[in-house]
Every structure is written in C-alpha cells, then in structure tokens.
C-alpha cells in the first residue's frame, strides 16, 4: 500500500537550456538536473531553491505530513541579473557544513551548526568567491584535524573548444577546489589548492575520497588532469603519444613455447644480456638495468629454455611449456609493457571454433547441435553501446590514475548515498540485475564492496523510455524510478508471503515475491526532483512537493 499527498511549494528556480547549449552533454548535466536535494545527515529534511534564490527546507513533521516550507537561506545575488547563468545547486558536505554555487560562477561554504536541531540551526557564509565561468557543484566533503579545516569540492562545467572541428566544440571540465583555514589562526577561509580534469563525457558518478586522498570517477570516456597554464589541446596530444609508445617486447606462443623478441640498443654485445630462468620466474637485464622481471602466467621447463641474440639486432627469447597446450593470456602476470602477436594459423583455428556462433543467414537451423545466436531473441534492453564505460581511481597528490576499471556492458544506473560518511555507492546492471556497489579508498585490495542486489530490476528498468530520475532507499529495502512527468515506478526487495502461492509450471510454492507498485502523480507539471529515504519518496515538480510513504509492511 501507498500513501500520497502533495503541497504548494513557491515555485522552484528551474533554468531551462538555451540555445546554445544543445549536445547530449549539455542535456545530462544540466537538463536531467535533480532540483530536489536529501540531507543524508537528517534524512527526514529536503530543501530545493525557489526563484528568490532562497534555499527552502521541508521537514516531515509526522508520519505522512510536511512542515511549511522554511527558508533557511538566501543567496546574496539576484539570480536573473547573469543571462548564462546555471542551475544554483547544493551539496550536503557534512552534518554542520554545506557548500553552494548559485548557477553564476561564485562558490559559497556555509557553516549551518547543527542542521537537525532547531536552536543551533544558523547558516552563515564563512567563504565565497567568484570561481569564473558558472559551474554545478557535484559533490563536497569536510576534512577536519588537529590544525586546519578543509572542505574538497569536485565542480562540473562544459567549457567551449575552439580547436575542435570534428567532436560537438564542447569538453567536460571537472576542478577539484580545496578550502582551507587554520584552527589557530584567525583569519578567514581561502582556496589552498585547485586542479583540473578533462574529458569529453559529463561523468555518470564522481566522488572525492573522504580522506581527500582521491577521486573515483564513472564515465563513457576517460579524463586526465591538466596542468595549470595548459590547454586542453596539448593534454590530450600528450596523452595520445604516451598511448602510442612502442611495446617493449612482442611475444608468440604455440601449444609447446613461447617466443619473446626484445629490440637491443646499438653496440650490444652478449656481455650486456643477463637472462635468468626459473620454473615460474624469468629476469631480463640489459646493461646493468632491469629489463623485465616478474612472475610468469604458467610454469616452464628453465633447463631447456634459452635466449639468442639475432642478426637484426635483437634478443630471442625461447620459453619451453611445462602444460603443453595451455594458451597463455599474458607472458608475465600483470604486465603491460608488451604486445602479443598472433599468428595467421591460430587466427584460422580461433575463427573455425566460433564458425558455429555466425551464419549469413538469420538463424538457419536452430535444431542442429550447435545453432547461432538468434538475434531475434534479442530485445532492445538487451543491446549496449559499442563503447563501455569505466572506472577510474585517481591520486590526489600526484594526479595520477592508479586503478582503472573497465565496466563493459555493466551499465551504470544510479548513485545513492547509505552511509553520508563513506563515499556515495554507485548501482550497476549485472545481466538482468542491478548490483549496488560501495567504494572504500582504505582497503586497496578491495576498493569496491558489493553490497546489495535488486533482482531483474536491470531488465525491468530498461524498458522505461522515459525514465527521468532513479533512486533506492539506504537501507535497500527498494528501488524507485520516475518519468518525466507523473508516474513513479516502485520495485520492492523480494519479501514472504502471507498466503499460500504455487507456480504453475513447476509446481512449487512460491515462498517469497517482489513486488512492483505505480503512483501517479495528480499535476501536468514536468519533475524536477526526485529523492528516496528509507521510508519515504518525494517528488518536486515545478510548483508542489509530493510525499509517497512507502510502505514496507506486506
């Protein structure tokens, strides 16, 4: 059972997209903006910024009941007066600290002392400054010791590229500002650092590490840091010619050995190469320089191994199997540095072992012992982009990647926060599920915890054309989705029966179900905002706030 009700809100401070930002990352940064902002700190609170540029609060009073909406603050700058202005946005940095962009280009940090009690409750600017071109603000957090305060915020803009003739002439700019003051000192907050990312995608998840130590970023093209006082434009030359360097050795295998071909320098004599053979280890040095050195992927027989230096110049490697016809996928584990070459007769042997999977004919014979895939059966919720998404882990003293993800067709869907002390988790498809995924930058080996499954809600999700926002509550207990204008759509954790339910088929009973719930929405004005707790939605269209309880009793 649902309960809904809905009440007259002053009216939100929705910007519409001009006429000249129109790519599809334009549209997904700014056009598919959540006006609606959760307080993860008291979770019963949700504020949006009406067209005076006041930041309005709504708090629920009793179990289905909002309070009036109570502004809380207000933005010292007229919002219509700046014709490129942005959405003014919020982020929740901590329990008794908030930072805000009012869509012009200025960045605010205010202290708010303790935002669930009433009589310590005091928002205060304690920095502001024009930060240039207007900006969203996608995530925050607060660093606190012995001898300073900071606060990390992670910015978003879509800057104009003159140089780029063949893309959209837009990037993706992500700065990570930091704010700082001294506890002993009395003076005020100041920016102690700022550095600058660079893609050509608005990411789908971007976080600061709570401990400032990184930065994870979700997104269907890469970015990389840019150095102050360099373009975009000699970043991304330079990136280019670190992809394109040549390998430092090529490799080929057979079912019996492996061949390893290293490029000497001039002048190098057979007194230079020291080669060391193990049953799982090989050493390569060169001049009194390690070469290569690792673990190799599988054991081989180091009595009957040996190297030669040819005529071309070059250093010939022969590694002798100890597992006859394993296919190694890498000659040192872990290693990038080379280049695997495979043959025109393996390449012959690999495409008649997948002959069966292919056909010029749709189908042919689909009783036959090995049929091919029936792309009939392929339903388009089923098809993903060519290009897959990744993850991406970056250092935040050296500015460097330092683990990277690729996410293939595990399509990403939402974040939510569950714990506000932790990073924000982030939900991908697995098949047709949907997996919810915890970061934790302390555990090096184990980065990314698996947390939570929604059953089949992968495969149900995609049939949603018009899906606008997406959420879960914290806790898991279910998964909501809105469109663009009414319906919201509620997919419930699986959870027993009360009566008794067989299936048909198998003839078994049937001990738990999912089950899925609609609510429409009784307006004709587009959602701006969509937020879940563990109890409760809300939904904000341009003029009210709806309040759906959801009730988790069968």
């Not at 042997?349 to 036959?368: F, G, Q, V, W, Y």
């Not at 999700?461 to 806790?475: E, L, T, V, Y």
Request: charged share 25%; glycine share 4%; net charge negative.
């Amino acid at each position: 059972m649902l309960y809904l009700q809905g009440w007259s809100i002053p009216a939100v401070a929705e910007v519409k997209l001009r006429d000249d930002q129109y790519t599809l990352e334009h549209m997904h940064a700014f056009g598919m903006y959540n006006y609606l902002h959760c307080d993860s700190w008291y979770q019963d609170s949700v504020y949006y910024i009406d067209t005076l540029g006041r930041i309005m609060n709504l708090t629920v009073m009793l179990d289905t009941a909002l309070g009036k909406p109570r502004e809380v603050f207000r933005l010292p700058t007229d919002l219509t007066a700046c014709d490129n202005r942005l959405c003014a946005s919020i982020h929740f940095t901590s329990s008794t600290w908030v930072t805000l962009s009012d869509g012009t280009g200025r960045l605010y940090v205010i202290g708010t002392g303790e935002r669930g009690n009433s009589a310590s409750e005091k928002w205060e600017i304690m920095f502001n400054e024009e930060l240039g071109d207007p900006f969203i603000i996608i995530h925050s957090i607060s660093l606190l010791n012995a001898e300073e305060h900071s606060i990390a915020t992670l910015l978003l803009r879509i800057e104009k590229e003159e140089l780029d003739m063949k893309g959209s002439g837009f990037y993706v700019s992500l700065e990570w500002v930091t704010i700082s003051k001294k506890n002993k000192d009395k003076k005020k907050y100041e920016i102690i650092k700022r550095d600058i990312l660079c893609g050509k995608s608005v990411p789908h998840y971007a976080a600061i590490e709570p401990d400032g130590n990184g930065l994870m970023i979700v997104s269907y093209k890469s970015f990389t840091f840019v150095q102050a006082g360099q373009d975009l434009e000699e970043n991304m030359d330079e990136d280019m010619s670190e992809k394109i360097k040549e390998p430092l050795y090529y490799w080929q295998q057979t079912e019996d050995d492996l061949t390893v071909t290293i490029r000497l320098p001039e002048d190098s004599t057979k007194e230079d190469i020291q080669v060391q053979f193990l049953p799982d280890h090989i050493n390569i040095v060169l001049k009194d320089h390690q070469f290569l050195e690792g673990k190799l992927y599988s054991s081989i027989d180091h009595e009957s191994s040996t190297w030669i230096i040819k005529e071309s110049n070059s250093l010939e490697i022969s590694l002798i199997k100890k597992n006859e016809g394993l296919t190694w996928p890498e000659l040192v584990v872990g290693d990038k540095q080379g280049e695997f070459i495979r043959d025109s007769a393996q390449c012959a042997a690999i495409a008649e072992r997948l002959m069966h999977l292919t056909s010029e004919e749709l189908n042919p014979n689909p009783d036959k012992e090995k049929p091919p895939c029936n792309a009939q059966e392929l339903e388009e919720c089923d098809i993903f982009f060519e290009e897959s998404s990744s993850l991406c882990r970056f250092d935040g003293s050296t500015l460097k990647t330092t683990h990277v993800v690729n996410l293939g067709s595990n399509q990403y869907l939402f974040s939510v926060i569950v714990d506000p002390k932790e990073m924000p988790c982030f939900c991908l498809r697995h098949d047709v599920d949907a997996l919810l995924w915890q970061p934790h930058s302390s555990k090096q080996d184990d980065m990314w915890e698996h947390i939570a499954t929604f059953n089949a809600l992968g495969y149900v999700q995609a049939s949603k054309r018009d899906k606008k926002f997406f959420a879960c509550a914290p806790n898991y207990s279910y998964a909501a989705l809105c469109e663009c204008l009414r319906r919201v759509f509620i997919y419930r954790q699986p959870a027993p029966m009360s009566t008794v339910l067989y299936n048909r088929k198998e003839g078994r009973q049937v001990g738990q179900v999912a089950k899925q719930q609609v609510a429409s929405l009784e307006t004709n004005d587009p959602i701006l905002g969509f937020q879940a707790t563990n109890e409760r939605l809300f939904v904000l269209t341009t003029r009210n706030l709806f309040l759906i309880k959801v009730n988790t009793e069968n």
